[in-house]
């Protein structure tokens, strides 16, 4: 009868295991997990509390979940174990403990105020892929002892539950990678479909959510400097929120001081897992609480035409710690948004070059058709007038063909206009028409606008900076005092003089009004030799400014007004 009801009782654990292995293989998620494990093993050997300890690389419980305690003697409690005492013993030296009682063993560290007695003690490591991943710990058993039995079933179901883990830590890693892959695609999406003035905002907060981090920041290094330029900066980071100096509070950061200025010099893909407990040598690109530095990783964005940008991700300090398979799948998705980046790059370059060659065959057009055109009815009407006996219609028609070269002389400006700059450079014409562009923005009509003779070729150096800011102050002049509605720009150049007229009909020069710009003007023109004149009445207003192309004169000419 003792035989029989021994095997009575060794089949029943045996059943109560199988059930307990069974309720930890059936979730997939691993805190559910960890929880089931837990739960099982203090059901299985009958203890009163349970609790799993999750080892940290660095040392120490990265996790402890337990159970059996009310939840008002956890707030109690406070601050849970950190792998101190005979807790840390199971950590350096992963075998089995049994104990009697914990407080006869010398390597018990005690108990914080408030917590329930505990005396009975059975920990067990739990080995995923021949590492501890972490310990279970059971104590107060309800009847007595631990035994050699509980042992053995409790290790047991820590050899499943290493597998249940290892699986559940796949399916986590193949749902992320998923997820990521499908937000690689979305982003590349968006990147080819959105303006770049406002891409990077949505790409940083779109993986701010993904990553689940508390900060995502893209940065760039400035050439032949240390720093780096942040270009977009999402998410929660306690340190903008410092002191003036602070550098994650300015756009520009040293390099020497963080993970990205790490990776921009060596091009790899970089984890930083560990805490860093001084907050003055923490990474400036770190989420930083109470003086302690969370997980972050950085990845280069990989691409022939990049500029070394790179992307950073990071967590708070009481946040998961980021693991290896993470910066795998986040150098994955830097290099796709590099290339994205690239495709979008290149896709702006053909509009804009597809946009220049549109404007030139229209400038094309409008000098080899429309221009010859003009003329040659200019010159018809020139003709004309010739065979006219009546002085009054000549005039008329002299006066039409006038007004012929004067469009002809338009066209050009606008040829000139719509027209790329030769190899980038920036000349007169150009530099004249975007001013006069800026002045026509509140004007009821565009600055008319009219160059005379080799303008780009003859007006460069000095000569262009003082014309150039001439004009800025004449039209500026007019458009905020004048109250002007029809401005016109004159610029000519011959062999000898370069001139800037600018007319409006605006209410006029005050005579007793203030001329500090104007005398401005007037003293960089006699600098250069030559002189500016004023004609100005209410409704008609004209600013001359002219200066000889061979350098100043012996005598400079006063202004005359």
């Not at 059901?43 to 159970?67: C, K, M, N, R, W």
């Not at 004159?490 to 003089?497: L, N, P």
Request: net charge negative; no cysteine; hydrophobic share 45%.
């Amino acid at each position: 009868m003792d035989r029989a009801t021994e095997v009575m009782a060794t089949q029943g654990r045996l059943r109560s295991l199988l059930r307990a292995t069974r309720a930890v293989v059936e979730p997939l998620d691993l805190p559910v997990v960890l929880r089931r494990i837990i739960e099982a093993a203090v059901e299985l050997v009958d203890a009163e509390y349970g609790a799993l300890g999750v080892t940290s690389p660095h040392g120490g419980l990265e996790q402890f979940i337990h159970v059996g305690m009310p939840p008002d003697t956890v707030d109690t409690i406070g601050h849970l174990p950190e792998g101190h005492g005979l807790l840390g013993a199971l950590i350096e030296d992963p075998k089995a403990i049994r104990l009697h009682d914990l407080a006869d063993d010398p390597r018990s560290a005690g108990f914080p105020a408030g917590h329930p007695p505990m005396t009975t003690f059975l920990g067990v490591p739990i080995r995923v892929r021949g590492e501890v991943f972490g310990n279970l710990y059971l104590t107060n058993h309800r009847s007595s002892d631990f035994s050699a039995e509980d042992e053995q079933l409790v290790e047991a179901l820590a050899a499943t539950a290493g597998f249940a883990i290892e699986n559940a830590r796949l399916f986590a890693e193949a749902r992320t990678r998923a997820g990521w892959m499908s937000a690689s695609a979305e982003l590349a999406s968006l990147i080819l479909a959105t303006d770049q003035n406002g891409v990077l905002e949505a790409v940083a907060e779109r993986l701010v959510q993904l990553a689940d981090a508390d900060r995502v920041v893209l940065v760039q290094p400035i050439p032949h400097t240390a720093l780096l330029r942040v270009l977009i900066d999402q998410g929660l980071h306690p340190r903008r929120g410092a002191a003036d100096g602070d550098e994650a509070a300015s756009v520009e950061i040293a390099a020497s001081r963080t993970i990205a200025g790490s990776v921009a010099e060596s091009g790899r893909p970089l984890l930083r897992d560990t805490e860093s407990t001084a907050a003055d040598a923490a990474d400036a690109l770190a989420v930083v609480d109470g003086g302690v530095a969370g997980s972050m990783l950085a990845v280069p964005l990989r691409s022939p035409g990049a500029g070394g940008e790179v992307l950073v991700i990071a967590r708070g300090p009481e946040r998961p710690r980021f693991r290896s398979s993470d910066l795998e799948i986040a150098d994955d998705l830097g290099s796709r948004l590099a290339i994205a980046f690239e495709l979008s790059e290149a896709r702006v370059a053909q509009q804009r070059v597809a946009i220049l060659e549109d404007r030139a065959r229209i400038a094309r057009d409008l000098h080899d058709h429309v221009i010859q055109q003009l003329f040659g009815t200019g010159l018809e009407l020139q003709a004309a007038a010739g065979r006219l006996g009546d002085h009054e219609e000549a005039e008329s028609v002299l006066l039409a063909v006038r007004r012929l070269d004067d469009t002809i002389s338009q066209i050009r400006s606008l040829i000139f206009a719509i027209t790329a700059p030769d190899h980038g450079r920036r000349t007169a014409r150009i530099r004249i028409m975007e001013l006069a562009a800026e002045a026509s923005a509140t004007l009821p009509r565009p600055v008319d606008v009219h160059f005379d003779g080799p303008i780009d070729l003859l007006m460069e150096g000095r000569l262009l900076e003082e014309a150039t800011a001439v004009v800025r102050e004449l039209l500026m002049n007019a458009v905020r005092h004048a109250q002007a509605d029809v401005l016109a720009l004159a610029v000519s150049v011959d062999e000898r003089v370069a001139t800037v007229s600018v007319h409006d009909d605006g209410r006029g020069i005050p005579a007793n009004g203030r001329r500090s710009g104007l005398s401005n003007l007037a003293m960089r023109a006699e600098v250069l030799g030559g002189e500016m004149t004023i004609a100005s009445k209410a409704g008609d207003t004209t600013v001359r400014w002219e200066v000889p192309l061979d350098g100043a004169p012996e005598s400079a000419k006063a202004v005359r007004g």
